[in-house]
């Protein structure tokens, strides 16, 4: 197992930074964890009947959505798909959520490390 440091930048979209660095560096599969912050998410809530997620949007105000808790994975798939699953849980001055990361927009960053495990995680986990 090796573990890469990644500091996602401002106004950067956290999936789409996280492939780039995924891609760039061939990893495979492996864990996400970090903390930091958000100026915007959107959350999901998976429903399993209709396999689709109920969507909520945050916006950060006079404070960032503060990552309290991000944790999830990533798997490369054939053809080079990157797949990331993440999960967070935001505080706020009224309270926190947490849900299934949709879309995020670091702000001022985020710190993330990245646990590759260098095996192909796809026999195991069918993200979508």
């Known amino acids: 197992m090796h573990v890469y440091t990644v500091k996602i930048p401002e106004k950067n979209i956290v999936h789409d930074y996280l492939k780039e660095y995924i891609l760039a560096r061939g990893l495979r599969g492996g864990i996400i964890i970090g903390i930091g912050g958000l100026e915007y998410a959107e959350l999901g809530y998976f429903n399993p009947t209709t396999r689709n997620y109920h969507t909520k949007e945050l916006k950060a105000g006079e404070t960032i959505l503060e990552v309290t808790s991000l944790i999830g994975n990533y798997i490369v798939k054939q053809g080079g798909y990157v797949n990331i699953h993440i999960h967070v849980t935001l505080s706020t001055p009224s309270g926190a959520?947490?849900?299934?990361?949709?879309?995020?927009?670091?702000?001022?960053?985020?710190?993330?490390?990245?646990?590759?495990?260098?095996?192909?995680?796809?026999?195991?986990?069918?993200?979508?």
């Open 97 to 128: 959520i947490g849900g299934h990361l949709l879309k995020g927009v670091a702000l001022p960053f985020l710190e993330v490390f990245l646990m590759e495990l260098n095996e192909d995680l796809s026999k195991v986990f069918t993200h979508r």
